[in-house]
């Protein structure tokens, strides 16, 4: 079944990246051919089906982490779902993702300092069962995080 996004939910959807408290009415006022009604139906719809999520991160350099980086980690064979799970309990990953290739797990930290990173590294993940190696890479300039992503001008056919 093909995803069911016109011009008007990708309207609504960027007003809302733009501020996502911006209300219904106000929505409705801006784009100014829809009533605030079937902006909130929409948004309903999408939330629903699974096309948005509305939800509120921490900005963790405000927040006293201004250190983030990737970490790309190497599992013992039949340990990876294991991994992932201590690891998704950990404060100071944000993200977690199973992945192919060269590495068995991708992590995403943030950390208040080099010095914090470093014992996180050492005193927190090497001592998860089953790790065996990571590679860390500090991020020194993020561009675009995951909550700037919008819809695709051009959506698969699935």
């Known amino acids: 079944m093909k995803p069911r996004i016109d011009n008007l939910d990708r309207e609504i959807f960027e007003c809302l990246r733009e501020d996502a408290r911006m209300h219904s009415s106000e929505i409705a006022r801006r784009l100014g051919n829809i009533t605030a009604r079937a902006v909130r139906n929409r948004l309903d719809r ?3 089906e699974g096309f948005i999520a509305i939800t509120a991160g921490a900005v963790s350099e405000r927040l006293g982490f201004p250190i983030s980086a990737d970490i790309y980690i190497d599992v013992e064979p039949g340990k990876i779902e294991q991994v992932a799970q201590s690891l998704k309990n950990l404060d100071e990953v944000f993200y977690v993702a199973l992945t192919t290739g060269d590495t068995d797990i ?5 950390a208040v300092s080099m010095g914090a990173l470093q014992d996180f590294i050492s005193k927190k993940m090497h001592t998860i069962p089953g790790v065996t190696k990571t590679k860390t890479y500090v991020l020194t ?3 675009k995080q995951s909550c700037d992503w919008a819809f695709p001008e051009r959506l698969p056919k699935v």
Do not use: E, F, T, Y
């Open 106 to 110: 991708s992590a995403s930290v943030v």
């Open 46 to 48: 999408l939330v629903k």
């Open 141 to 143: 300039k993020i561009l």
